[in-house]
């Protein structure tokens, strides 16, 4: 089981080991005071060995984009405001 270090603020924070599988996926363990309960997650990741991931190329990256692009199904319908949608202000001269 990794160790978990527990630093006080106005949220919590847990700082905690883990492993990220070859799907992706990432399991963690929350505290008994959390069970059943909705939650905001925030996470920051870094590599243990402390190096960095190598950086994808030109078509990794668009082969990425196409099969993300459009992947959450409910994401709703968002009608942008053209130019006549914002106010006009007054210039600072």
């Known amino acids: 089981m990794p160790s978990q270090r527990r630093v006080e603020s106005a949220m919590r924070y847990y ?3 883990g492993h990220v599988g070859p799907n992706g996926d990432l399991w963690i363990r ?6 059943n ?3 905001d997650i925030r996470i920051g990741a870094s590599n243990a060995n402390g ?3 190598a950086p994808m190329s030109r078509e990794e990256w668009q082969e990425f984009v196409k099969r993300t692009a459009g992947s959450i199904p409910d994401f709703p319908e968002v009608e ?3 130019p006549e949608g914002f106010d ?3 210039s600072l001269d």
Not at 30 to 35: E, L, Q, T, V
Request: aromatic fraction near 10%; hydrophobic fraction near 30%.
């Open 15 to 17: 700082e905690t080991n």
């Open 30 to 35: 929350m505290p008994s005071d959390y069970f």
């Open 37 to 39: 309960a909705d939650v």
């Open 51 to 53: 190096s960095a991931p």
């Open 80 to 82: 942008r405001a053209g």
């Open 88 to 90: 006009r202000r007054e």
